[in-house]
Structure formats: structure tokens, C-alpha cells
């Protein structure tokens, strides 16, 4: 890595919507205020034409890169946002804000509804991903920039920028979609569902009200989790971490608590996770996963999005790992065969990795010079559709 | 179909070991009495030599083939069992016992713990593959059998007869394992370790001793059958019996219950499985799986497997189905290599099938075809060994 990253960063707080005019979500139902955390890296250019912004995917948050005072910990995309990195400080003005429904500062289901003074529990609305770029773009209209030089996520944070795209190709001059999908496998929603049913079937859960405790649903999470995880991980790559290792070694007898690394691993990842993530949280956003589906979408005009921005169009690039099984390769191309389809200019790239899922969090050197060319391109000082 | 199968069968029950003479399981544990119930179709010949063993799997029991009353309801594998099937009852004489740490009359961690008069719980002794043969073989004695025309199982049932023919190849003449696998992969184990880990941290597990009240990990147990029964169907069977439907039809508001049709199969499996299947047994027959690796057995005498019976060895054949994800062909593909470097007797054969891990339930002709050639060799007269 060329450069050290960034420093010290600080999260920020926007305060958007109200009373007065609400955001309306996808489903009808209104909330105000919208509270977003947020942070931001490098400088925005004087015409505003150089931002990039971040989507982040289901259990991430708004501190992508640099620390908050301890050097050694970092946001969860620190490899790839910095100073000469793929999304490269010194000429974007990076954005990355906590999305709608999660719980790292931005309004979500564990947020306090102003009308009952409790948490919103399982009577915030449901969401979906149309909601959370509606919430982007407020964002962005603060911090009083109109379109984006790229949005760029992985998973859960490629649909956002695909569906922005979408609807305001405009905006958008390009989109760089790392492992996503445009429409879940029945399997991926089944595996969601019982991720769910941990949480909601575990008696701590109390109908979503636990935060008025006395206790939280944790092993229900903890048990989303783990069964999550397992889908992010690569069958290769957990043979290639864990194998058949034993905490006790080869002569242990057996038990039926954890023996395996892998269980204790699980186990970690679980506990860990409790820490940090809110049940709810969990919820809405893998349920978000599930009904998401653009392309059904009967309003979709594609040709608009083909000659958008003076009739550049948008520029899509979708990245897949081969051995991703949540969502592997031919979730990408099914995005970018709907896309052409339509006209617009999409294109796959297939990243040879072990790593599975999450691949897309690691620094893996072909990926990360796909994302630094996919950014390459001058920033447009004209305004969009002009 | 040819022949309308069996009629009304009957469960029978054997006692096995005393204790004097108890069953010494791997562990080093000692079990007495052992009961198993079980169930036999078609006559054994004179000379003993027709027996074909079916050894079921994670959660099957005796009740294989026939009815018990209803002939609308009838045993897990009577598709491939009765007059003209693949396991012909007009020729064989078919066994079928439920294992032990099974909760269908075979003893297992649920039953009740002579010593104390209270079920045993997690006090029952850890088992292996090899226990479970230790039974097969007793039963077998007690029926005056002295070897197998054939064994035959699927997934955990193929296992058990894999290492039947291991330890003593001279009494079985021909092994069938169908999606079976000789080690789990790090995936398997994470799969199976999160499933057991719903049951044991329901807090009506009690510690295993929910027997005594007041109630079962019936959320636990449905939870692991739910993330078990993904494994056991494929991708692709998932979206061709579910797809994306909704069960209130595509206009229907999203909600975060059971919308999608698999969601609500999922939830009917779970439920439907708590009414039948006991979470010990669940804990302690997943877990024998994970320990499985007969091929790392250092005493493991291959060489004798081949030469076994008088220089005929013993035939074995794996079959797999390619969408089968839980124990794909890569998984009999292994189990064969090892057996053929070992100089034994194997074939794998791949069969295409769109249902995964439960194509070997169903009747499918090219697979059942491979079992009844497999089995069409003729009956031995001759002693083993002679």
C-alpha cells in the first residue's frame, strides 16, 4: 500500500426531514426527522463534481476509513479509501454515511420515535432500497452537491447505488457494484429468513421491545450471525482457515461443545458481533434484501438511463468473485445483461478470489485496480444533462 | 411403478447387549440394554444370504417401507423397497433399523437411563459411525444373519456402511452409498455447528434435560431443521418449487412475517419435524458426522477389503446427484479414490437431478436403475471367508 491512510476522522450528524415535510417512504408511510451519521474524506472540488459516494452493506457503518483516535482501528474500508488508494483522497471528496434502518447513528428501528418517546421497535416502517437513496440524496442536497462523480458498494451497498442510478441516472456518472445482486436467489431469502427467525422466535426478542430490556435478544442475533457468516465465507476459504483443526488438538476427545476451530470462530463472530448490532437492525435491512427486485419494475425506463447526463449515460460496472456463494458471479451478470438489454452501458468483471463474500473487503490487488480505473475518468465539471 | 408396494408392516423390537456383556462403544463408554426397533420386508432364504441392510440417515427411523394402517402413509424409502423395486422384497430380505442416538425405539440420549430411571440426556454417551455398526452387527446375530448381500444408505446411512464393509469386508458383499460423504468439509461442520447450537441455546434446552419439563426446545430444534433442510435442497429446487411467490400474491404489502412461499414451506418444516424428532438425538447424530474420517484410520487395512471373501473383495458403488450441495460429487469422488488407491473395488456415478441432497428420497429412474443393477449380482452361498 502506497500510503499510510487517512488520520484522524470524525464521524458527523445531519439532521434531515421534518414535520413539515417528511421523507415519504417507498411504502407511504412518513418519518421525520431522519437523523444520518456520516463521514467524509479528502476535499469537495469547487463545482462539487468530484464526490464519490459509499454504501455501505447489511452490518457496516459510516466510519469507512481512518480512526477515531486508536491507529490500529480503522473503518471497515480503509484498504481501499485514502490517499493513492482505489478511491483516492487526494482528488474525491469520499461520502459515507450510515444507512436508513441501521444502527450506527442514522434513524433506524432502535432509534426513539419522537411520538411515544420509546424506541421505534418493530413499528419503525418497513424499508426498502428506493427508501435509503431517498435518504442519500437528502444528504447530499446538505451537503449541497447534485450529482456524484461514482457510488460504489458492495452487496446490500451496490444495490443502493444500482437503484440511484436507476431512478436518477442523472446524478450518477457511474456505479461500481461489488458482489451485489438485483434479485435475491430463493435460497438467499431462505437463508435471510431463518437468520430472522433467530432473532424474532428467541423470547428475549419481545416483540421487538427489548430495548426497554431487560434484556436483549443476543443469542437470537448472535445465531443470525452465525449462520450469515457462513455465507460470506467461501467453502474453500474456510478449509483454507480452519480445516479440520481442533482447540484441543488431534488427540482431544470429542464433544459436543465447540472442538472445531470453525465452531469457535463462529462463536466469536457471534459474540463479537452482539456488541456492535442491533437485532432490529438486522431485520429490516436482510428483509430490504429480500423484496428488492429493479428490474420488475415496471416505471423502469432504461433508455432514460442509457442517454442520461447529455447522452454520456451511466457508466455500470458490476465485480464478482468466483467462488462468492450469496451472491456469485451470475448475480452480476444478470445486472449487467438487464442492463444492456436496456441499452445502458454496464460490464462485469469476474475477480479470481478464495475468499468468498467477502472478498470484497479485502485488499485484493486486481480488484482494487478495477475499482481505481473504474474512477478514472475526469470528474465532469458540466451539470448533469447539460 | 410396477407393483403397488408393500402393506401393513410391523415395527419389532430387539434388546442387544446385557450387562455382563454390554456394548463397548468407541468412546470406551459401555451401553446395556440397547434396544432397537426395526423393521423387516421379504423372506430370508435358507442359507442366510440374501440380506440387504438399509442404514438410514440423519433423521429417518425403521419405518422404511409399507404402512402401519394407513396405506396413505408409508415408510421414508418405500419408493425403492417391495416386490419389483430396486430392493426387491421378492428376492431380498430387507432390514431396517432405527440407529442408535436415534429417537425412534432405538436407544438413544432421550431414552431412559437404567441407572437412574430419568432419560439420559447429555450424560449418553458420545457415539461414532463405528457404534452404530457395533448395533447393525448385533441385530444382525440375533436374526441368525452372518453377512449382507448388500448395505445401503444415504448421507449418514451411507456412512454407516461404508465403515461396515472397512472393518469387516468379509461380511458384506456390496456397498451402496448414496450421497454420502468419508469427511465433511469445514462448510458441512459450520452448517451442522450452528444448527446444534439453535437447540442447545434455547433456553428450554435446560441443559439436555428438558425430558422432565416443562418444556422442549421446540424453537431450537425447528430452527436447525430449518437451516438443515436449505442444505438438503438445491438452488435450483428452491426456485423451482418457490420462486419468488408471495403468499398473498404479488400485490400484497411487505411485511416481516413469513411472505415468501419458502419462508412459510421453511416454517411448516420446522413445526412439522418438532412433532417427530427429538433435539438430543438431533445434537448427538449431527455430531457423529463431523467426526467421520475412516480413510485417516491408521489401522484402516485396505488392502484386506479388497481381498476380503475368498478374493472377491467387496464391490462398493457411490452415487451422487450434481446439485446435491450438502454432499456433492466431489464428496463420492473422494470416497471412491480412496478405496481404488487402497487397490478395492469402487465406481462413482454421477446422476443428474434438479432436487440436490433429497434426490436420494425420491424416485428417480436413472439412480434407482443404478441401485437395482448394483444389487442384481447373484446371492452368495458360500460362507465369508471360505
Redesign the interface.
Known sequence: MASDGLGLVQTQRAVLFDEDSPLVMH?GATLAPVTVAYETYGELDADGSNAVFVCHALSGDAHAAGHHGDPARRGWWDNIIGPGRPLDTDRFFVISPNILGGCGGTSGPSSIDPRSGLPYG?RFP?I?VRDLVAVHRALLAQLGISRLHAAIGGSLGGMQSLQWALDYPDEVARVVMICASA?L???N???S??A???I??D?DFQGGDYLQGPRRPE?GLS?AR??GH?TY?S?ES??R????ARRGGDGA????S???E??HY??YQGESFVKRFDALSY?YLT?IM??F?PFADPDLDLARVAKARGGDGVDFLAISFDTDWRFGSEHSRNIVARLAAGGARARHEEVTSPWGHDSFLLELEPYHQLVADALAGPVSAKPPGA
Chains 1, 2 share one sequence.
Do not use: N
Request: charged share 30%; net charge neutral; hydrophobic share 45%.
Open positions: 411504502s418493530l418497513l426498502t434479485r436467489t430463493t435460497q431469502i431462505a437463508l429468513a431463518v430472522r427467525a433467530a424474532t422466535e423470547p443469542r445465531l452465525r449462520i457462513i465465507l467453502e474456510m478449509r482457515k480452519f480445516g479440520h476427545p470429542m464433544t459436543m465447540s472442538d472445531f470453525v465452531e463462529l462463536d431485520l428483509r429480500d423484496y427486485d
